[in-house]
């Protein structure tokens, strides 16, 4: 009889390291998808944010060249640091 509850409790210990095994693994791919998304997503943002900027320096150069004439003049300096 002790042999069979041994065999028994061996079974059970490796089914359930067997379970432990896929659950880690299921883990593990879990959070590199976590990952991915949110490195995905900071790069968007940064890539919206950069695109934000150029927009605005475009906006500020069109601003000052359809003020002014001319993109050197003092007019579009005072414009720019009145943007700040």
Known sequence: MGSNSANAERKRHDEAVEHLQKAQAQWAEQRTERLDFINNEI???????????????????????YCSGDRRTANCNSFRESQY
């Open 43 to 65: 790069r968007k943002q940064n890539h919206a944010a950069k695109t934000f900027d150029d927009v605005d320096d475009a906006m500020r150069e069109y601003n000052c060249f």
